[in-house]
């Protein structure tokens, strides 16, 4: 009898009706330099992270043609290619770098085009499972920036269409032009502004993808209900924070990112962890 990987007792979900994914998934982003930025310090221990992820049984990956940029998509595919059957990478355009710690916003459909076409050689696909507009660009009229993920997805060159910090509106709207299977917005136990489009992905069934699952490392330093009921479980706060995200809704999709497996493997067994109804209330504050 084969022992179910770690990542599987997070639960699954069905992505567009075609994609099974472990609701445990990862972050890419932090496997570049510094800020986002550039190459990291060891390439081959970035590799390792990707690879001892699958090993877990993780098979979401998420990533961006701006983190690096391009580098962590480069990455994957040097770690990973040819991909194992049922690995689902979700890949983002729409953002555009200067340097460290630095983002714009670029919807014009011409350069989501590009960036699309450069992610698909760079992870050495044909096709992209989920392409994210990774944020709207207020210069550009939404459905035009949608339009040009559309198209892409018409042309066989994208699978599925997520989006990516947007509100409920924006979500609503992009529905009447196309299917969406995925929304990204930010979100944690301690950041919990996104709520009103977490409730309508639960409703209608749309994975959410929280970046920042973590608060960025500042859940380590909290004080109270989390840190009882860590040391009750015998847990890090970090894995009883993600236990409380799986535990939230059924169409969360964690995908915390680290460049260390050891804190992969931290994470992931976070999937096990099961919070009383009592813990998770105290946790959300009611």
Same mark, same amino acid.
């Given at each position: !009898?084969?022992?179910? /990987?770690?990542?599987?007792?997070?639960?699954? /979900?069905?992505?567009?009706?075609?994609?099974?994914?472990?609701?445990?998934?990862?972050?890419? !982003?932090?496997?570049?330099?510094?800020?986002?930025?550039?190459?990291?310090?060891?390439?081959?221990?970035?590799?390792?992270?990707?690879?001892?992820?699958?090993?877990?049984?993780?098979?979401?990956?998420?990533?961006?043609?701006?983190?690096?940029?391009?580098?962590?998509?480069?990455?994957?595919?040097?770690? @990973?290619?040819?991909?194992?059957?049922? /690995?689902?990478?979700?890949?983002?355009?729409?953002?555009?770098?200067?340097?460290?710690?630095?983002?714009?916003?670029?919807?014009?459909?011409?350069?989501?085009?590009?960036?699309? #076409?450069?992610?698909?050689?760079?992870?050495?696909?044909?096709?992209?499972?989920?392409?994210?507009?990774?944020?709207?660009?207020?210069?550009?009229?939404?459905?035009?920036?949608?339009?040009?993920?559309?198209?892409?997805?018409?042309?066989?060159?994208?699978?599925?269409?997520?989006?990516?910090?947007?509100?409920?509106? %924006?979500?609503?709207?992009?529905?009447?032009?196309?299917?969406?299977?995925?929304? %990204?917005?930010?979100?944690?136990?301690?950041?919990?502004?996104?709520?009103?489009?977490?409730?309508?992905?639960?409703?209608?069934?749309?994975?959410?993808?929280?970046?920042?699952?973590?608060?960025?490392? #500042?859940?380590?330093?909290?004080?109270?209900? @989390?840190?009882?009921?860590?040391?009750?479980?015998?847990?890090?706060?970090?894995?009883?924070?993600?236990?409380?995200?799986?535990?939230?809704?059924?169409? !969360?999709?964690?995908?915390?990112?680290?460049?260390?497996?050891?804190?992969?493997? #931290?994470?992931?067994?976070?999937?096990?962890?099961?919070?009383?109804?009592? #813990?998770? %209330?105290?946790?959300?504050?009611?």
């Amino acid at each position: !009898m084969t022992t179910p /990987l770690p990542a599987a007792a997070s639960g699954s /979900l069905l992505l567009g009706g075609d994609l099974p994914v472990t609701r445990m998934g990862f972050g890419a !982003m932090r496997l570049t330099g510094e800020g986002i930025w550039g190459e990291p310090k060891d390439r081959e221990k970035a590799k390792s992270v990707l690879r001892r992820a699958l090993e877990l049984g993780v098979n979401l990956i998420d990533t961006a043609d701006a983190y690096g940029p391009e580098v962590s998509e480069q990455l994957i595919a040097e770690a @990973l290619f040819p991909y194992a059957k049922g /690995l689902v990478i979700a890949t983002k355009g729409g953002l555009t770098r200067s340097g460290p710690n630095a983002w714009s916003r670029d919807g014009k459909p011409e350069r989501l085009v590009t960036a699309c #076409e450069g992610s698909l050689k760079r992870l050495r696909v044909q096709c992209i499972d989920v392409y994210q507009l990774h944020a709207v660009d207020p210069a550009i009229p939404f459905l035009d920036s949608l339009g040009a993920l559309v198209r892409l997805k018409e042309q066989g060159k994208v699978r599925h269409i997520g989006l990516s910090n947007v509100s409920v509106a %924006q979500l609503e709207q992009a529905l009447t032009v196309v299917p969406i299977v995925s929304v %990204q917005n930010r979100y944690s136990l301690s950041d919990r502004g996104a709520e009103a489009v977490l409730d309508a992905c639960t409703r209608l069934g749309i994975g959410f993808l929280p970046w920042y699952p973590l608060a960025a490392g #500042e859940l380590s330093r909290a004080v109270g209900p @989390l840190q009882s009921v860590a040391k009750r479980h015998d847990a890090t706060v970090g894995q009883t924070a993600l236990a409380w995200l799986l535990r939230r809704s059924k169409v !969360m999709l964690p995908i915390p990112g680290t460049s260390s497996v050891a804190h992969l493997e #931290e994470n992931v067994a976070a999937s096990a962890l099961r919070l009383t109804d009592e #813990e998770f %209330q105290s946790l959300a504050g009611g």
